[in-house]
Each structure stands twice: as C-alpha cells, then as structure tokens.
C-alpha cells in the first residue's frame, strides 16, 4: 500500500501534515487491476477517491452500444494522480468511466466517509482537501479545452460556464455529453472552452454558443439532454434553440 511518503506526492493531498496524511492512510485499500479492466463506470454513485499508485488510468465516455476504445479517452491520469473526486462534487455520480491502460494498475482506494469523518475532526484538513480538488478539476477543464481545440481558427465555439455554481448545477455533465457528441461527429471546426461566471447563478449550467460572425447565443439551465439537442438542432442544424435561450 502507499505509504505517507507516497500520499505527500498525491495532488489531492498537498499541503497536509504527517498527522493528516496518517489518518487519511487508516481509509486505504490497494486494489489491483489488468489492462481493459473497469474501475467505475459513467453515472455510477461516486463514493471514494482512487490514487493510482502504479501504472495508468484512462477516463473514457462511453458510447451506448459500442465497446470501449482508447479513442474515447478524455484523461490519462498516472501516479501519482488522483481520480474520483466527483465524490465531493455535486451530484456525487462518476462523470466518466475508468479502465486500466496499463498491463497492470495499482489503485489506493479511500473511501469517502472515511475522510469526512477525519475532516469533522480536522476541518483545515477538509478546507485543503476541498481546495485541491477545486484545483484539481481546474486543471482538467483546462485540459479539456486543449484536447478538444482541434482547430487553429475555429468556426464554432461553445463556451461551458464552470464556475462554482455552474459546476454544482450540473456544468460538469453538460460538458461530458458535449465532448461526447463532438466525438461522435466528424466536424472538426469547432472549439470547445470554459470560463467562469457570466452572473446568472438561478440558471445555471449555462452554455455560450459563438458560430461565426453570428451574435453570441446564450443558453440557460442546460442538461446532457439540452446540450445533446443544442448540439444536433443548433450548431449542427443551425436552428437556434429559442426556448433555452436565457431570459426566455
């Protein structure tokens, strides 16, 4: 199992104590796992966070009815990386699923009522852990913006809104079922960016698309469903979706 010298390596425990990191090690439990084997899957309740201590994990969308393939990759999370942290984040459900990539996978599993426990005993320690994971899931969003930039002027660009609020209302999936539908498509032109606030938190998760020189459009209260119909009606069909444009 990893011991304290690893955890002080992992990025969602950054900046703990020796104390803190011994009594988030007392949760732990190694598993391993062979190559093509599934960790969690998409939608899945979200109940631990899983440190790779060995090896390599994918984090994957799954297309319904089709077997799962390298492709569809959206992460490649090494040691040692931290997977999981959907567990703290509203709605607590995996927003991608993981598979092993390598021969062989170490994983450090700890649950999560283990660790609220020791941050109701420790609340600095669940203060840092908590900023770690905003960082965390910052990182990704920035890399997700790079990976799915496919084109050096894009003809279309979808903004998602991922702030705090956004993230809780639900921004997170909005941005998966995008990612997947782009996927799906063989357009190439199109730019997919994150960005913070535009001051609607009760509407929440909001989308900004941009095609064009056409005017800005901005949706409202989106979900997997709405993105999936904006993305076929709208930015493949070019009919703007009236009744999800903000202040309707």
């Known amino acids: 199992m990893g011991g304290l010298n690893f955890l002080e390596k992992v990025d969602i425990f950054k900046g703990f104590s020796q104390d803190q990191l011994k009594a988030a090690s007392k949760g732990g ?8 084997e599934r960790l ?6 979200a109940d631990r966070i899983w440190l790779v201590t060995d090896g390599q994990v994918d984090l994957r969308f799954d297309l319904p009815g089709r077997p799962t393939s390298e492709q569809n990759t959206v992460f490649a999370i090494t040691a040692p990386q931290t997977l999981g942290w959907s567990s703290f984040v509203p709605p607590f459900k995996y927003a991608l699923s993981a598979y092993s990539a390598t021969k062989t996978c170490k994983i450090l599993q700890i649950k999560k009522d283990h660790l609220l426990e020791c941050f109701d005993k420790d609340p ?5 852990f908590m900023t770690n994971v905003a960082a965390i899931a910052s ?26 609020c956004g993230i809780a209302a639900g921004a997170r999936q909005v941005m998966g079922a995008l990612v997947e539908e782009i996927s799906g498509s063989d357009r190439r032109d199109i730019e997919v960016a994150s960005s913070g606030c535009i001051g609607h938190c009760k509407n929440e ?3 900004t698309v941009e095609i064009g020189s056409s005017e800005p459009v ?3 209260e989106m ?8 993305f076929k009606e709208h930015i493949l069909g070019g009919e703007v979706q009236e009744d999800y444009i903000l202040g309707h």
């Open 40 to 45: 969690f899957a998409e939608g899945e309740d």
């Open 139 to 164: 990182r990704h969003f920035d890399q997700l913006q790079e990976s799915t930039s496919v084109a050096p002027v894009s003809k279309v660009k979808i903004t998602v809104h991922m702030s705090t």
């Open 205 to 207: 998760p909001n989308i």
């Open 218 to 220: 901005i949706y409202q």
């Open 29 to 36: 439990r190694e598993k391993h796992y062979l190559y093509g």
């Open 223 to 230: 979900t997997p469903d709405k993105m999936r119909r904006v």
């Open 124 to 128: 600095r320690m669940g203060l840092m």
